[in-house]
């Protein structure tokens, strides 16, 4: 790669709560629990309308792909089930529960009894674990699938997008946990090293992991710090993975394929305190900030709870928020009120006012080439845009649309504002429609022989 | 009776219309929703143009002191006809108007820096309109010209009046007016070319040329005021320092070789003619250059070559417009050969041939 190839782009970081501990929401009125929180099947809710839950207690599962169980976050009576349309788009159903006041904690909450991989993994799923940093993959899925063919357990630590600190946070606060759960992957996967992967513009972090490493190393299991430059998007999987191992997860591949597990460094401490306590994730930390936000902080909130609620508590907004972004400034989805409930995998809620959110008019191109530089997959947005504004099926494929991960990189470094992630996201849907049709197209003749014979 | 079938669908309720709304949108209105990036770098193409402009301003100056206030017709006329050229185009084209992004004023300043200060005004306006109207706006616009508009400019004008175009005149010291008895002289490259023409003439001194109290186009010669501009759009990221560097770099050892070693030779070559103006300036335009570090490499190195070939032996004397011309026109294939391998796919395997003959 050499010095042709820097990854990624600077961007303004507007890190202004890393000095803030997280704020403990004690009571929430009311939490709702969508039944798709991640990738994978929606769960099916195991409450009706009526039923007291206590903190803990499952209320929506599901046996098809990829699931994990999702767990009340606060005790009080299930109010109603209601069909919400999420920032995706989809119709999602959700369990929407009125506290009690009380937290009153499920009898059954017990540590996990580990002996076996299996127990494990079972115990993981069972937790209700997906990828904190944002992409929610179901974990003990990641887990499974890396048992066998991962050496290194990569921790990231990175946290690259503008404003969010809420991992900053949970390395300083719950490094200990961090440790523990890195111990416990490392015994059940059995991997012998351990590297925590983190920008170098989180000092304290850095030092407080440091010498927390030193101490928990030992000579079956080597942990240590990967220092890495502040650039965006330093903390996407494959990014990270080359600028700690300098190997090359291949177009199409998982990182097991490399020999890696990646895992999100809040991830990595819920386990260890899970197999503590046997508390399921029912809680997050979430940075709430951005130009209408009076006084960002960072927030520990129960999952579910609505955002009307969470700036409710967070105080007096500066301005009407004009935009409001539910995870990173660089990849997080816009909802259009306060009326989403956080899920698991939002890191941050992003309040701007009209200045932040105003969208300067697109012009022509002029071949700057700051997209194709910027671009951490080595892709010519420029091109792949062209590409689909012509709805060239062949040329996007040609120019490896697909393996676009969608950071953004090129629209925030365009001088000329053009749209260029947005229009790849669509003409990687232009190859997924060509793709469905090409199957269609092969299996019909298939089915006509079968149908004359 | 299953849970599903109990499920309600809701509303959106709007926000409650607080009275925090101080900006003057009505309570209750929806906040914009976009897919991401939600946030942007304030970079913008009018931004970049501006910088360019600035970055040529000291050029201006020491072309104003040299040269005369003639200097300031001439730019003022270039300026001002591109830019009302790119604005009539647009309108009668029907397109967005583009005025506003600086472009036009930008290859107005360029075409200007590329004229001698005695050339008539009309003639400059007759570039401004080959440089917007034929070369930029009937290919597109801005982005879309397969070469600069302001060396394509001078190129037609220097075929369409080359008397004019190559009746140099020595600078006239500290003068403020228009000097009327400027005297002819030949450009350091021709002297250096050994023309019959320029035999008597002697060259200006290394410290001359570098400040640039030579004959030449306008804002060609002053070294120093090229190179501060020039290092204000590296500095602040406007350009990228590799298509200068390996363009003057070739040059220099082309014609150090080819001088027999000798450094002085070498130096006039470098501060000689519009090498400097054009590989700072002309040669880093966006949209005529390689998009890769790699094919800005190769692109530099070739205007390199170009321009000692041309200089050495062509019957020109400078070679740095048809340099910059061919080369924008070998863009593409740079482009095309020096695609990036996107990250994680195999480099495509060695030529079959290749393998074959090798067998």
């Known amino acids: 790669m050499g010095i042709f190839f820097q990854k990624g782009i600077h961007v303004r970081h507007n890190k202004r709560t890393s000095a803030l501990q997280p704020v403990r929401i004690e009571h929430c009125s009311e939490v709702t629990l969508l039944m798709k929180q991640h990738i994978g099947a929606p769960c099916r809710p195991l409450v009706v309308p009526g039923d007291l839950v206590k903190v803990g207690q499952v209320i929506g599962d599901t046996d098809e792909g990829l699931a994990v169980p999702l767990h009340a976050s606060i005790s009080g009576r299930v109010a109603r089930l209601e069909i919400l349309r999420v920032v995706t788009g989809e119709d999602v159903k959700a369990v929407v529960i009125t506290s009690d006041g009380k937290m009153t904690l499920a009898e059954d909450l017990a540590p996990p009894v580990l002996e076996t991989q299996e127990d494990f993994f079972r115990a993981v799923r069972a937790s209700g674990l997906v990828g904190l940093g944002g992409a929610g993959f179901p974990t003990h899925a990641k887990l499974r699938s890396a048992a066998g063919d991962a050496d290194t357990l990569l921790v990231n630590a990175a946290e690259c997008e503008p404003y969010i600190t809420a991992d900053h946070r949970e390395a300083l606060d719950a490094a200990d946990d961090v440790m523990e759960g890195i111990a416990l992957i490392a015994r059940f996967l059995g991997i012998h090293t351990a590297v925590i992967g983190i920008e170098n513009n989180k000092g304290d972090a850095i030092a407080k992991l440091r010498s927390l490493c030193a101490q928990a190393s030992s000579h079956a299991l080597k942990i240590s710090t990967g220092i890495l430059p502040s650039r965006y998007p330093q903390g996407a999987e494959k990014v990270f993975i080359h600028s700690l191992t300098g190997r090359v997860v291949p177009v199409g591949a998982l990182p097991s394929a490399v020999g890696v597990l990646v895992m999100n460094l809040a991830s990595v401490a819920f386990l260890g305190r899970y197999a503590k306590t046997g508390r399921p994730l029912i809680s997050r930390t979430v940075t709430v900030d951005g130009s209408a936000v009076a006084k960002p902080m960072n927030v520990r909130v129960p999952i579910g709870i609505k955002l009307n609620e969470l700036t409710e508590f967070s105080g007096q907004l500066k301005s009407a928020p004009a935009k409001i972004i539910l995870s990173g400034p660089m990849m997080g989805t816009a909802s259009p009120d306060l009326n989403a409930p956080i899920s698991k995998c939002n890191n941050a809620v992003l309040l701007f006012d009209r200045a932040e959110a105003a969208v300067q008019p697109e012009s022509a191109c002029i071949r700057c080439g700051a997209c194709v530089r910027g671009c951490p997959m080595k892709l010519q947005p420029l091109k792949l845009e062209a590409a689909y504004r012509a709805g060239n099926a062949a040329a996007l494929r040609a120019l490896c649309a697909m393996n676009c991960m969608e950071c953004g990189c090129c629209s925030y470094v365009c001088p000329a504002k053009r749209e260029l992630v947005q229009r790849i996201r669509l003409g990687k849907g232009i190859l997924r429609t060509a793709d469905t049709k090409a199957k269609a197209d092969a299996a019909a003749p298939a089915a006509q022989k079968e149908a004359s014979t | ?359």
């Open chain 2, 1 to 359: 009776m299953t849970p599903e079938n109990e499920a309600v669908p809701v509303k959106h309720p709007l926000p409650a219309s607080g009275g925090t709304q101080s900006d003057g949108s009505p309570p209750g209105a929806l906040a914009m929703v976009s897919t991401s990036p939600h946030t942007h770098a304030h970079r913008t193409t009018r931004g970049i143009m501006l910088d360019v402009c600035a970055a040529l301003l000291p050029a201006l100056a020491a072309s104003v002191y040299y040269f005369g206030t003639r200097v300031l017709a001439v730019t003022a006329v270039s300026v001002g006809c591109c830019v009302l050229f790119e604005f009539l185009s647009r309108i009668v084209m029907k397109r967005p108007q583009t005025v506003g992004d600086c472009s036009a004023a930008v290859t107005g300043l360029l075409l200007a820096y590329n004229l001698p200060a005695t050339l008539p005004l009309w003639m400059v306006g007759f570039g401004a309109l080959v440089a917007i109207v034929v070369v930029k706006q009937m290919f597109g616009g801005i982005g879309r010209n397969f070469v600069n508009p302001a060396i394509a400019a001078r190129i037609v004008l220097l075929f369409s009046f080359a008397g004019p175009m190559t009746a140099w005149t020595l600078p006239t010291g500290h003068s403020w007016q228009v000097a009327p008895d400027a005297v002819a002289s030949a450009t350091p490259m021709a002297i250096l070319g050994g023309g019959a023409e320029t035999a008597g003439q002697s060259l200006p001194s290394l410290l001359q040329m570098f400040l640039g109290a030579r004959a030449g186009s306008l804002g060609e010669t002053c070294a120093a005021a090229l190179l501060l501009g020039g290092l204000y759009l590296i500095v602040f990221k406007v350009i990228s320092p590799i298509i200068p560097l390996t363009y003057l770099g070739t040059v220099a050892a082309f014609f150090f070789l080819a001088g027999g070693l000798d450094w002085r030779f070498t130096v006039y070559q470098l501060l000689g003619g519009g090498l400097l103006l054009g590989a700072l300036f002309m040669a880093t335009d966006y949209t005529t250059s390689p998009l890769t570090r790699k094919g800005k490499a190769i692109y530099g190195v070739g205007l390199g070559l170009l321009t000692a070939v041309i200089r050495l032996y062509g019957s020109l004397p400078e070679g740095v417009s048809f340099a910059i011309l061919i080369m924008n026109i070998l863009v593409p294939h740079i482009d095309a050969l020096t695609a990036p391998i996107p990250f994680g796919k195999p480099k495509p395997p060695r030529k079959e041939g290749r393998r074959h003959a090798k067998a």
